[in-house]
């Protein structure tokens, strides 16, 4: 199966600061990346898919990048709402994987 | 609009087997996979398998190869995950969730399963 690791797994930033998440596979996955947002109790929220494109209805401070083996997702100007965990997911093969997540917490 | 509605808590005991449904509407349910994946408490998220409505054709995590089962009802646009000999490392909330072009945009509310004796 296809490894996803995450960095860093945790993080503290304030309301405002850009914040970037990396995604880093352990084969070459094309842009067949997505990243989920998940709150507390929640489903996780799908943000991006195919590394880069915006899903309907999510904020344009998020913008996603990356292609083969390395992905960023970046909030721009860090809002209230945006404390929560992120996941990064591949679907270049049949068996998805996610990676272990990044908790944004609060400084 | 669409929607996907999961059944609710189950508590087993080890040994046991359990079976989540996952009722859809608002789409075409024999138009896309849909996927199940668990969180176990304060973990991450963990795929488990998909199936096709379609055709009935799955694939599975190789962790719950021979241990999961999924299948579908189409005539109540419902689709089933049935995980057995089931142990304490299998309490988790477990989502159904709907692929779009590779990606899970809708997914249920989860359902909590909890193994203890």
């Known amino acids: 199966d296809i490894q996803l690791t995450q960095s860093p797994s945790s993080l503290s930033a304030s309301v405002g600061d850009r914040v970037t998440i990396t995604c880093r596979a352990s084969q070459n996955i094309l842009t067949y990346l997505n990243w989920y947002q998940q709150k507390p109790g929640r489903a996780p929220d799908l943000l991006i898919y195919?590394?880069?494109s915006l899903q309907s209805g999510v904020p344009s401070r998020f913008s996603g990048s990356g292609s083969g083996t390395d992905f960023n997702l970046t909030i721009n100007t860090l809002e209230s709402e945006d404390f929560a965990t992120y996941y990064c997911q591949q679907s270049y093969t049949t068996r998805w994987t996610f990676g272990q997540g990044t908790k944004v917490e609060i400084k | 609009q669409v929607h996907l509605e999961q059944s609710g808590t189950e508590v087993k005991k080890p040994g046991a087997s359990v079976k989540v449904s996952c009722k859809t509407s608002g789409f075409t349910f024999t138009g896309y996979y849909i996927h199940w994946v668990r969180q176990a408490p304060g973990q991450g998220l963990e795929w488990m398998g998909r199936?096709?409505?379609?055709?009935?054709?799955?694939n599975y995590a190789e962790k719950f190869e021979g241990r999961v089962s999924m299948t579908r009802d189409t005539s109540i646009n419902t689709a089933y995950m049935e995980l057995s000999s089931l142990r304490s490392d299998d309490t988790a909330i477990y989502f159904c969730?709907?692929?779009?072009?590779?990606?899970?945009?809708?997914w249920g509310q989860g359902t909590l399963v909890t193994v203890s004796s």
């Open positions: 199936i096709h409505p379609h055709s009935g054709g799955t």
């Open positions: 195919d590394s880069s």
């Open positions: 969730a709907r692929d779009d072009n590779t990606a899970a945009a809708f």
